[in-house]
């Protein structure tokens, strides 16, 4: 499967170089996650008309939607400092035609990853489809987080023409939460249709984000990081979404940073004790990561914080520095306690921070 993504993305590329960039629209899923027990279901709302796509080989006109993942697996999937890789297909579409598929192909396996009886009639997805190229992106062992882009190549830079929608799923337990994909159709036929700086959660100079969090002992509140393009980094992808410079490492700085501490307490006491963390591509870090173990336990109660993110250090992030990300707030609770009483089975609440 290495050697054919390979191949593909090499074929892509050499497309691309022969090809006028186009104006796209794009719609952008932050966060997908796939696991043994969690996945991801992504509708995609398409309402472009016939030929404002792209080729099964990546050329213009088409009818195709250019699906790009970028992700971590295995091993790297919960390492923050760990490069994306990536895979990217051009996959069968048709005039207001909705797509919902599960991209790690825990369900649908046997229908390509496409959900709810699709007929493949007017978007024959079946026919035009193989085995191995297909809408299940994320089909891998382990567990895999990544972001991904869905996109046409609609020059008409006025009207969006793709809608998105996720539902991230624990299917062992029923919990879910979902948000709706972040949208851009760019300026120009150049990469300004990758560039989300403005979807972005957290500026210099924004109005603060507040994050609130529940005692620690029951609930965990975690922050899903996703750094977007800023400054000397011009858009996310190059143009047709293709892998710019700094597609893989665009590093984020995530902390607590409320004032001169870190966090209020329940009784409105500012308690010291930041710790950042660096995120690379996409990552996640927990409320109690961004504090010493000794503001964790002043702060067990819960609080709340103003959510910092700011500009990478590290290796990874040398010469390919953000200072904004987009932040998904997730709360869920396991311990089977809510302010000290018994509930049964967990809960959860995610969003986007906006």
């Known amino acids: 499967m290495k050697l054919k993504m390979k191949a593909l993305s090499l074929a892509v590329a050499a497309i691309a170089a022969g090809t006028a960039a186009h104006a796209a629209d794009v719609a952008m899923f932050p966060y997908v996650v796939n696991s043994a027990t969690v996945t991801t279901l992504v509708s ?36 923050n400092a760990a490069l994306c890789e990536e895979v990217n297909y051009y996959l069968p579409s048709s005039v207001n035609d909705i797509q919902t598929v599960d991209i790690g192909g825990n369900f649908g396996s046997a229908t390509k990853g496409v959900l709810f009886s699709d007929a493949s009639i007017n978007n024959n997805w079946d026919a035009n489809t193989t085995a191995t190229i297909n809408y299940m992106l994320g089909k891998t062992a382990g567990v895999q987080r990544g972001v991904l882009f869905v996109h046409n190549a609609n020059g008409d830079n006025t009207v969006q023409t ?48 507040t994050l609130t969090f529940m005692p620690t002992a029951e609930t965990t509140t975690r922050v899903f990081v996703t750094p977007v393009n800023t400054g000397a980094v011009a858009s996310m992808l190059g143009a047709n979404g293709s892998s710019s410079a700094s597609w893989d490492r665009l590093t984020a700085r995530v902390g607590l940073v409320t004032g ?95």
């Not at 472009?48 to 250019?66: E, I, S």
């Open 44 to 79: 995609i709302v398409d309402t472009a008309a016939a030929g404002q796509g792209y080729t099964a080989g990546g050329a213009t006109p088409g009818d195709r939607l250019h699906w790009r993942l970028n992700y971590k697996a295995g091993a790297n999937a919960t390492n």
């Open 260 to 354: 001169t501490g870190v966090a209020y307490d329940r009784d409105e006491n500012l308690v010291s004790g930041t710790t950042l963390n660096n995120v690379t591509c996409v990552g996640a870090v927990d409320v109690t990561q961004m504090m010493t173990a000794g503001a964790a336990a002043v702060l067990a109660n819960g609080g709340w914080g103003t959510l910092s993110i700011q500009t990478g250090t590290g290796a990874a992030a040398t010469s390919t520095n953000v200072d904004a990300a987009i932040a998904t707030k997730l709360e869920f609770n396991t311990s089977g306690k809510l302010n000290g009483q018994a509930i049964p089975g967990t809960f959860n609440n995610g969003f986007i921070m906006q």
């Open 162 to 209: 793709l809608y998105g929608e996720a539902m991230i799923l624990d299917f062992s337990t029923g919990a879910a939460w979902g948000y709706q994909a972040k949208l851009n159709n760019g300026t120009g036929n150049d990469a300004t249709s990758f560039d989300f700086n403005d979807a972005a959660t957290n500026f210099a100079g924004s109005a603060p984000d």
